[in-house]
């Protein structure tokens, strides 16, 4: 058996609105540096034998300070990275209605074999994540692996431990740094918690000039 710790990176402006991030690096905002700090100082005794990220910079940025204390190498991993939203990337919602109207339709059925030109379909990213995630279990029997990804890596997962279509609308709380502790056992994935970000809770500050620090809706292109 190996325990997986995945955890999603930090908030950006793009979250904030609501436009397509997929691959394209985006940097942490101010929000997101609070959380990644809080939840350095949440897991700072909780050392873990390996810790992965994707490769984008959002990531990284998120799991650097973690990193630091628990003195661990990281190590990127492009198997980790969002779903490709290809020529959607970059845009907001309003203007991929007035620039592609069609797409927007077509996306919204969140069909697993549909894919955005120059981007990934459900069915080709489900097989990238699981891939990546496999190979990582395999590497680490017996171990603690944690794992700093992106939210529609983590709706991949939560649709493939609880047997649901990976087809549609998420059904699932994935809260910028929230903690999602799973296990893999014999090819098969077990969530033992899902979504806890109570490190959030001190940062829920409104008068903060980028608002609370705790989960906002998750944008389109952050399945």
Known sequence: MTELLFIRHGETD??????????????????????????????????????????????????????????????PHPGLREQGFGVLEGLDVPTIRQRHPELWRRWLDHEGNFALPGGE??????????????????????????????????????????????????????PNTGLNRLRWRDGTLVIERWADAAHLEALADPDHPDGPAGPLPTPAGER
């Open 14 to 75: 793009w979250n904030r609105q609501q436009r397509f991030q997929g691959q394209i690096d985006v940097p942490l905002n101010a929000t997101g540096r609070r959380q990644a700090a809080a939840l350095a100082a949440r897991l700072a005794d909780e050392p873990h034998d390996a810790f992965v990220t994707s490769d984008l910079v959002r990531a990284r940025q998120t799991a650097q300070p973690l990193a630091e204390a628990w003195r661990r190498g990281l190590a």
């Open 121 to 174: 379909s459900l069915l080709d990213f489900h097989r990238r994540v699981l891939d990546a995630v496999r190979d990582l279990a395999e590497a680490h029997p017996g171990r603690r692996v944690a794992v700093m990804t992106h939210g529609g890596v983590l709706d991949m997962l939560w649709r493939t431990a609880r047997g649901e279509p990976i087809a549609g609308l998420r059904r699932c709380e994935i």
